[in-house]
């Protein structure tokens, strides 16, 4: 996530996920909860 802007897209993205966090500082996507990385994978991309 390089600026706000992709932050958002991914964090819309993924909002149906419980346990999923953003942070675009870290320019990371955070995973609190067991669920599977390819059904997130694949609505993130």
Known sequence: MHCEGC?????RSA????GV???CGN???TVVR???PLK???RIE
Not at 7 to 11: D, F, G, L, R
Not at 15 to 18: E, N
């Open 7 to 11: 932050a958002k897209k991914v964090k």
């Open 15 to 18: 909002k149906g996920f419980k």
């Open 21 to 23: 966090k953003g942070d």
């Open 27 to 29: 320019n990371k996507l």
């Open 34 to 36: 067991k669920i599977d």
């Open 40 to 42: 997130i994978r694949e």
